[in-house]
């Protein structure tokens, strides 16, 4: 059944909205602004803060409704990724019935309003790797290159909704009565990239340890003392998804062996302008051949556990150790969002080493696209 478009499914009052707000400027801002902004608390900032965030809003979920019904080869007519525009037309319809900002009042039903919102778009990702898993199936000779255009909006999309995610984040979080020492909002203003790239890297070995009943060591070198202001919720899950590969294809690798599996290696390296963390592994590497695969979607050597039944299970249980293909491209995609970047560089028959670039400066504008 071919997808409605969203003139044919709403209002024509509302489509036009659509349209209007999707053609506006998007607003990018960087994590040094959202840092000095939300270090000087008060309501007058919070007004600020929720005017800002109910104009930019609708510019960027307009923007994404637009996209999601321009698909190629179908998929916007896939009944995962209708689903993903119905809650983004939710939320915008929200966004534009609520009244202009004027005082305390309404700027605190405001922020509940898009806590809501947030929550609605907790199982975006996942749900839209459904839809391209039912596109795929359909289309069982699609390769890598046929899905360039599609890898290409996810990117986009993707990356869109880390900044939707972070300016409601940022905007909720700075109403925290007893924020944690040096935190603004969700920035930590003297994040020790050592401690939470130690924390990811348990949580990692944690899963393995529960998969498969044993996991290899993980080993962290780097300054304990060394700070730097960034995102901590980012960066573990960047790190927890490189670990969590590393670790799993150490264990495959090793674990019918008489050979002792060797550790993950993660080093932190403070430069002048980037923070840098290696997470190297000896579990076997990946060929040349598949290298370029592993930023693109629903690449993954491990099991895809997505099904059709994933439209009525939890989403949270869909996924354990192996992922459905979204780990590496997304976590390139947080690295990018503050001015990062993820490289992969493997050696067949050995292992493989990933190095995360963040950015020390703090001043790199939003990718808006």
């Known amino acids: 059944m071919a997808a409605k478009k969203v003139g044919d499914t709403l209002s024509r009052e509302l489509a036009e909205e659509v349209k209007k707000w999707g053609c506006m400027k998007q607003t990018g801002v960087s994590l040094r602004q959202m840092m000095n902004f939300g270090g000087k608390f008060s309501h007058k900032n919070l007004l600020i803060s929720a005017k800002f965030v109910h104009r930019e809003l609708r510019v960027r979920i307009a923007r994404r409704v637009i996209k999601l019904e321009n698909l190629p080869y179908g998929l916007s007519s896939k009944a995962a990724v209708l689903k993903v525009r119905d809650w983004y037309l939710d939320s915008f319809r929200d966004l534009r019935s609520y009244p202009e900002i004027k005082d305390k009042n309404d700027e605190l039903e405001f922020t509940q309003m898009v806590k809501m919102i947030k929550v609605r778009h907790n199982n975006v990702v996942p749900m839209m790797a459904l839809g391209v898993q039912q596109l795929k199936k359909e289309r069982p000779k699609f390769d890598y290159e046929d899905l360039r255009e599609i890898h290409q909006f996810l990117d ?9 995610r972070m300016l409601i984040g940022q ?3 700075l109403h925290d009565p007893n924020p944690l020492p040096n935190c603004v909002g969700y920035i930590h203003t003297k994040m020790s990239p050592l401690e939470v790239a130690r924390n990811a890297s348990e949580d990692a070995r944690g899963i393995c340890l529960r998969e498969y009943g044993s996991a290899p060591d993980i080993n962290i070198y780097g300054d304990p003392n060394f700070t730097f202001p960034y995102v901590p919720s980012h960066l573990h899950m960047m790190v927890f998804e490189l670990v969590k590969n590393s670790v799993r294809a150490v264990q495959e690798r090793f674990m019918d062996s008489d050979k002792v599996a060797p550790p993950i290696r993660i080093i932190v390296a403070d430069g002048l302008e980037d923070v840098t963390i290696k997470i190297s592994d000896e579990g076997g590497g990946i060929p040349r051949s598949g290298l370029p695969k592993i930023f693109t979607y629903l690449y993954s050597t491990a099991r895809n ?11 949270a249980t869909a996924c354990t150790m192996a992922g459905y293909g979204y780990g590496i491209p997304i976590s390139r995609l947080y690295a990018r969002y503050f001015g990062g970047d993820l490289q992969i560089i493997s050696m067949e028959g050995y292992g493989t080493d990933a190095y995360l670039h963040l950015s020390r400066l703090g001043d790199s504008q939003e990718p808006l696209t």
Do not use: K, W
């Not at 986009?156 to 939707?164: A, E, T, V």
């Open 305 to 315: 556990p997505l099904d059709e039944d994933f439209m009525t299970t939890d989403v």
């Open 171 to 173: 905007h909720v979080a």
């Open 156 to 164: 986009r999309f993707y990356m869109s909704r880390i900044g939707i």
